[in-house]
């Protein structure tokens, strides 16, 4: 069930400022589907409600009589305060589906790491094409199958899922085991003594 949010129609020569004291947020809803953009108001207090990990979720934006099924596609903040100053809903189409980033959810352990391996992580997040109703909170990454250092998990790697079309390219890496750089230098220094000795019994 898609959260609910009311909002108001917004009088455009009403500054931003003077709504913010007032306990509003300017906001702005946008869509394929509209004809033009729709300047509105959403009380600060109710917006407070939404949990962040529903951000990515579909939300049933009422106005007055209508319901438009959104997401939220920015949110615009103070870099000082923290304060919200605008949100803009963008207006989903039905059956369609759209392009958005999940994040990436790591789970398990690595035998890699308890060797003293260090897992380098070139992912946190992936960019999926699915239905609005379909986008999910995170995707798990089982790090269970990095079992010494050198193996890596990619795209390719991840379990198929047939409401989610992965964007990313299919072999780029989301998480590696590498070895230590002590390690790597020990190797390179047994390896060089090592060949001074072959040669000498070659000779």
Known sequence: ?????????????????????????????????????????????????????????????????????????????????????????????RGHKLTTKVALKFIGESPASKMGADIVTQYTEMTVKCLPRDIPDDVEVSIDTLKKAGDMISFADLPANDKLEIQEPLGEIIIKAVAKRGAIAMEDEEAGEEAPAEEAAAA
């Open 1 to 93: 069930m898609a959260i609910e949010l009311n909002v108001e129609e917004r009088d455009v020569k009403t500054k931003a400022r003077a709504l913010r004291r007032e306990g509003f947020i300017p906001a702005t809803l946008y869509g394929p589907e509209l004809d033009e953009s729709i300047s509105c108001q959403v009380s600060l207090k109710d917006f407070k409600k939404i949990a962040y990990k529903d951000y990515k979720h579909l939300i049933d934006l009422k106005t007055g009589t209508d319901t438009h099924e959104v997401l939220i596609r920015n949110i615009q903040k103070d870099y000082v305060s923290n304060e919200i100053k605008n949100i803009e809903f963008y207006k989903v189409k």
